[in-house]
């Protein structure tokens, strides 16, 4: 009995197993959202969501480009935001089996064959009709065919023949576009589908790989993304002349429907660039993902080597306190005999030990060598002799002397003389007794300062000032930071270095290594401010003009900068508020806010009730196909330095399309976006401007609430 039950019993949990792999995946099982495409045949997913019990993984296939499928994995109750043009979605378990059609749309050309049939059939009736009407009706004299050609040529149409000839198509030009690209190595399907399988096996080794820093760093995965994004890069920018070139092989030949044309290659090539771009961006995410820790095994630990090492900790610490207690107790027994004594040991001074400003940090400026952000100088380029090999000048040190002369250059008379001081970083070659110098942050003088015409006073307050900004980014680096530069103008007299200039140079030099200190002087009445750039020679003296071979322009230093300052655009550090939108449009992608831009909203929400309140200036940043506008700051003002225009900030009761294009009327051609706050539920609305109109289509709105983004620059910080 106690066996049949046995086998009774495991039947059973042989039938629920068979019952539960029985439970397929379903079209029920995949939540997915579809908007109508321009193209005919094809729809555009915008979401979509796993609801089924295990992984799963989604192709999402279009049949015109022929650039291959893009597939993604989706782990259980995943959903994802995509934007993805198609006409076959289908999908299939994580583990294994067939794919099943979730959605699949009519193919053109299957409707045309249809269209096709149809007028076939009616030809055929309008035939059988003719054949009838000439057996009932009587045959006519005709006239001859040279009389029939004049009467066509008279009418101006042209035999249907001709028109195919002569016309090119999308049936003819769109196959040898594709076969075009197969020639080109980065955009071929064999090159794409290629990558698709290798980026898979990455993906599915970093995620069971236990060092998976060393698997990255092995296979240079960083490396190979950078090049490649570089690449898509290149290939989006010069989309245009790509297309173009490759239509001039048809010479004259006329296209019908040119336009359409263009735009139809154009998808084919952005749909395999799209293809790569995926990839890419799959693999960027599975490294940017934390490893996963493997659970702590207790039971592995060696218990009696812990022991011994606890033992050992512990008498330390007991030996530690009974030499303290020692030493402690021989002090002041020396103590009472030298009271006892009368006499005082003029060798043992007492040593007062305080926090001081003047500890020695790390010597180093490996985070500037290679650093974009820092505009570099080889002093060979300007001067004959040099104690300084290289300068590396930030770009927003240039920015802020730049924008401190800009002020200067309001005042309607003569400039005054003006000047600062500049803070870096200096490392010594031991070998060639050669510096290298970083100049990263400016310090402006006190009130108590001196600028005159012939007289060049910084004050004492300004002293203060250097010593407070050193003790800070000391501390908050740990890095060695010292006075490496000063700078000042010569307002319509030239550059040149004064014998006051050379004093004051001698005071501000480091007690110990003098000859890292530069200095800098500008002549801002000049039509491109020229600047001279003076430093110590091996010998310990100061170059003069004579010495100089090379002047350089503020003016160009500062496009140098402002560029630098947005090549080095870091997503992280800004909050894009059209990240949740449903639909994006490409002119208008993201909206980054930073840290400054959520501050500065906040500030003008609590001052302002309603209507227009301030303008947002930024920059555009470029991402392939795709512009994204970064929101630096939020002002009253029209202009602000270093940005431009790019948005409007609008108070309200709440989002009303009518009142807020009246209220940007004046600015909707300059602008890019409007933010809203309405303070009734404290919401921010971000809103695109898609050609110069607002976009009434609210799928493409970002919504926050404007205090969690005050919170969020918080954490930031």
Aim: a neutral charge.
């Amino acid at each position: 009995m106690a066996s049949s039950n046995k086998f009774l019993l495991t039947f059973l949990l042989a039938l629920l197993c068979l019952s539960l792999n029985a439970q397929g995946l379903s079209k029920g099982d995949i939540e997915i959202k579809l908007s109508n495409s321009p193209h005919q045949g094809r729809v555009v997913v915008s979401y979509i969501k796993n609801n089924f019990n295990d992984g799963i993984i989604v192709r999402f296939t279009n049949e015109y480009d022929t650039g291959g499928p893009i597939s993604i994995s989706l782990k259980m109750g995943e959903q994802r935001t995509i934007d993805i043009t198609c006409n076959i979605v289908e999908a299939k378990p994580q583990g294994g089996g067939k794919f099943i059609d979730i959605i699949k749309k009519p193919k053109p050309k299957e409707e045309k064959e249809k269209a096709g049939t149809k007028e076939e059939t009616k030809e055929e009736t309008k035939e059988e009709t003719k054949e009838e009407t000439k057996k009932q009706t009587p045959v006519q004299p005709v006239a001859n065919k040279s009389e029939q050609t004049k009467n066509k040529d008279a009418t101006g149409v042209k035999p249907k023949s001709k028109i195919k000839k002569d016309l090119l198509t999308i049936e003819d030009i769109a196959p040898d576009f594709i076969n075009h690209l197969e020639s080109i190595p980065f955009l071929s399907s064999s090159a794409i589908d290629e990558e698709t399988t290798i980026i898979e096996e990455h993906i599915n080794s970093l995620k069971n790989w236990k060092d998976k820093d060393a698997y990255i760093r092995e296979r240079h995965l960083n490396s190979y993304i950078n090049t490649t994004r570089d690449s898509l890069t290149q290939y989006s920018k010069n989309a245009n002349s790509l297309i173009t070139g490759y239509l001039e092989k048809y010479g004259k030949r006329e296209i019908a429907n040119k336009a359409e044309c263009i735009d139809s290659i154009q998808t084919i090539l952005m749909s395999r660039l799209g293809h790569r771009e995926e990839n890419i961006s799959r693999l960027s995410d599975e490294i940017s993902n934390p490893s996963v820790t493997e659970a702590f095994d207790w039971k592995k630990l060696d218990w009696r080597n812990i022991g011994i090492g606890a033992g050992l900790f512990l008498l330390l610490i007991i030996l530690f306190v009974w030499f303290r207690k020692a030493s402690k107790k021989n002090r002041s027994a020396t103590t009472s005999s030298n009271k006892s004594n009368g006499t005082t040991d003029a060798s043992s001074a007492i040593v007062v030990r305080r926090k001081t400003t003047s500890i020695l940090r790390k010597q180093s400026l490996e985070d500037v060598i290679d650093n974009g952000a820092y505009l570099k100088i080889d002093c060979d380029d300007f001067c004959y002799d040099s104690a300084v090999r290289r300068m590396y000048i930030k770009n927003t040190c240039i920015k802020d002397i730049y924008n401190m002369y800009a002020e200067d250059l309001r005042n309607p008379n003569t400039p005054k003389e003006d000047g600062c001081m500049v803070l870096g970083r200096w490392v010594q070659d031991a070998e060639s007794n050669e510096y290298y110098v970083s100049l990263e942050h400016i310090v402006l003088p006190g009130d108590d300062a001196v600028f005159a015409e012939y007289e060049l006073n910084f004050g004492g307050k300004i002293k203060l000032k250097v010593t407070e900004m050193l003790r800070k980014l000391r501390r908050e680096t740990d890095l060695q930071y010292d006075l490496t530069c000063w700078v000042h103008s010569h307002p319509g007299l030239g550059v040149f270095f004064s014998n006051s200039d050379s004093n004051v140079h001698m005071q501000l030099k480091h007690p110990t290594r003098p000859n890292f200190l530069t200095a800098i002087v500008v002549d801002i009445l000049t039509p491109q401010q020229e600047m001279g750039i003076f430093t110590f020679k091996r010998d310990s003296s100061i170059n003069s003009k004579a010495d100089l071979k090379k002047m350089y322009s503020l003016e160009e230093l500062y496009k140098w900068a402002l560029e630098s300052d947005r090549n080095s655009f870091k997503p992280e550090d800004y909050y894009n508020t059209l990240a949740n939108a449903r639909k994006h449009n490409y002119s208008c992608y993201g909206i980054e806010l930073s840290n400054g831009a959520i501050i500065d909203m906040g500030k003008l929400a609590a001052e302002e009730s309603s209507g227009f309140v301030g303008m947002v200036h930024g920059f555009a940043n470029q991402q392939g196909m795709k512009t994204e506008h970064v929101a630096v700051t939020v002002t009253k003002n029209e202009a602000v330095p270093d940005n431009e225009l790019v948005g409007c900030f609008i108070m309200a009761t709440h989002c009303s399309i009518p009142s807020i294009r009246k209220a940007i009327a004046s600015y909707i051609n300059r602008i890019k976006f409007v933010l809203v706050y309405t303070s009734a539920d404290g919401l921010l609305t971000s809103i695109p401007i898609i050609n110069q109109d607002i976009c009434t289509d609210e799928n493409c709105y970002g919504e926050q609430i404007l205090e969690e983004l005050k919170i969020w620059t918080r954490r930031k910080r």
